[in-house]
């Protein structure tokens, strides 16, 4: 059974790794991520990670296909994947000394083309940063390309309070439920313990 994965994301790579699975190749949606006007960030996370999937799917006819999309939001506002600097600068300045919600989509379409969805949710708490800190951080380089312009999986864990939910979820594919999709569908799990 052949297993794409959907995502230009090395952080899902490392993570699908981390629980045994090695997709058979990598073959990244392009798609528009543009929100929607007034789109929730939930059902936007929902939304983008079932149209890469679909697009993909549509590429590898019966396959497997595994694809996800990470979403921070501050309330109802979606912050964007930090692209530069000033970005990354802008979502500290938001999160520092609040809670936040992470959401992460994962979609896995069978080899029959049908869609199964999960959306996990966690919640992280970032201290007040300091100015300094704030600064550091943006210097470092880490929060580019990340949504919400940090890494949990990097130096920004040393300014995060608390999480509740999934660490894999917010690095970008939660585990858990890609495990629970992936053995629905059939696929083999596991196999190292039977070596
Ligand atoms: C919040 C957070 C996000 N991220 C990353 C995971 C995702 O790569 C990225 C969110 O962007 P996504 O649009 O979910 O994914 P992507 O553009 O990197 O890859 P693709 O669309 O091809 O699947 O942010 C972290 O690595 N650590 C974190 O703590």
């Given at each position: 059974m052949r297993l794409i994965?959907?995502?230009?994301s090395p952080r899902r790579r490392d993570l699908l790794g981390q629980i045994g699975v090695l997709p058979d190749a990598v073959d990244p949606a392009d798609i528009d991520e543009t929100p929607r006007k007034a789109e929730l960030p939930a059902a936007y996370a929902a939304r983008v990670a079932a149209e890469k999937g679909a697009l993909v799917a549509a590429r590898h006819p019966g396959a497997l296909i595994l694809s996800g999309d990470t979403v921070v939001a501050a309330g109802r506002r979606i912050l964007p994947k930090a692209e530069s600097e000033a970005e990354v600068r802008a979502c500290l300045d938001l999160l520092s000394g609040r809670r936040h919600r992470v959401y992460s989509a994962i979609t896995l379409i069978d080899a029959a083309g049908v869609a199964r969805h999960r959306l996990s949710t966690s919640i992280v708490i970032f201290k007040q940063l300091e100015r300094s800190e704030i600064d550091r951080y943006t210097a470092s380089?880490?929060?580019?390309?990340k949504a919400g312009g940090y890494?949990?999986?990097?130096?920004?864990a040393g300014l995060i309070r608390s999480i509740q939910g999934s660490h894999s979820a917010i690095m970008g594919l939660p585990l858990y439920e890609t495990r629970t999709l992936l053995e629905a569908a059939g696929y083999p799990l596991d196999r190292r313990d039977f070596e």
């Open positions: 994965l959907a995502s230009a380089g880490e929060g580019l390309g890494a949990i999986q990097g130096r920004a």
